[in-house]
């Protein structure tokens, strides 16, 4: 699976953080049964990778990504505990050749035109944009498509379901990534329907410009 097919199987990858290694896997099946099959692990908790290995044994359908990469061997980790891909907040050269030496299907993180620039040289296409609200919303994100019509975008940061839509109508924007589809009191409190039901929000949160393969044309 390439990083391109994995930004399409959804419009919102949930970033997620994980405290209890028992929310791993009831989490994982409360978001596939409202839609939503790529997850984000994020390693910012000590059982992150214990958890995605879980996910990946008892969860089949989950596409599941190891975010907040940050250095090499955060690639190494990833891999071994069995992730479909990898994402992290900003790039750096020595990041983008340890996801091509690593082959992990990799979301590297963008914020301005000069690390779009960067990681285009670098041969990647999909990006996350980190932090979206901050950097200037959905205006922001249009502006790139201007001069980089062969990126898309997943918008990371600040995002909640109606500012979602506005990124979603973009055609240079694939996906979107937040924690709102996974909030810590539902999560601490088991209320997996809870988070079903948000997930099933989300999933039908469809970008109205038809599947992927029509949007290759990118019209600004
Ligand atoms: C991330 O890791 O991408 C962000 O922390 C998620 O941002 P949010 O919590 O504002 O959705």
């Known amino acids: 699976m390439e990083i391109k097919d994995i930004v399409d199987a959804g419009p919102v990858i949930p970033v997620i953080v994980l405290n209890e290694m028992s929310h791993a896997v009831p989490l994982a099946r409360a978001l596939i049964a409202g839609g939503i099959r790529v997850l984000e692990v994020t390693l910012r908790t000590p059982i992150a990778l214990d958890a995605v290995q879980d996910i990946r044994q008892k969860v089949p359908e989950a596409i599941v990504g190891v975010g ?3 250095t090499p061997r955060d690639f190494q980790l990833a891999v071994d505990a069995g992730a479909h891909f990898g994402v992290s907040p900003a790039s750096s050269m020595w990041l983008l050749d340890a996801a091509k030496e690593f082959r992990l299907p990799f979301l590297p ?3 301005t035109p000069s690390e779009v620039l960067a990681a285009r040289d ?3 296409h999909e990006m996350k944009l980190f932090p979206a609200l901050e950097a200037g919303g959905p ?3 249009r502006a790139l498509g201007a001069v980089y019509p062969d990126v898309r975008f997943c918008p990371t940061g600040g995002i909640i379901p109606s500012s979602a839509r506005e990124y979603l109508a973009l055609p240079n924007v694939c996906c979107v990534g937040g924690s709102w ?3 810590k009191v539902l999560i601490e409190a088991g209320d997996w329907a809870g988070i079903e039901q948000l997930a099933r929000d989300a999933s039908t949160m469809r970008v ?3 599947p992927p393969e029509t949007r290759s044309a ?3």
């Open 218 to 220: 990118v019209r600004f």
């Open 68 to 70: 907040t990469i940050t």
């Open 139 to 141: 205006g922001f994100v």
């Open 181 to 183: 589809l996974t909030p």
């Open 122 to 124: 670098a041969g990647f």
């Open 208 to 210: 109205g410009l038809g």
């Open 109 to 111: 993180g963008t914020l």
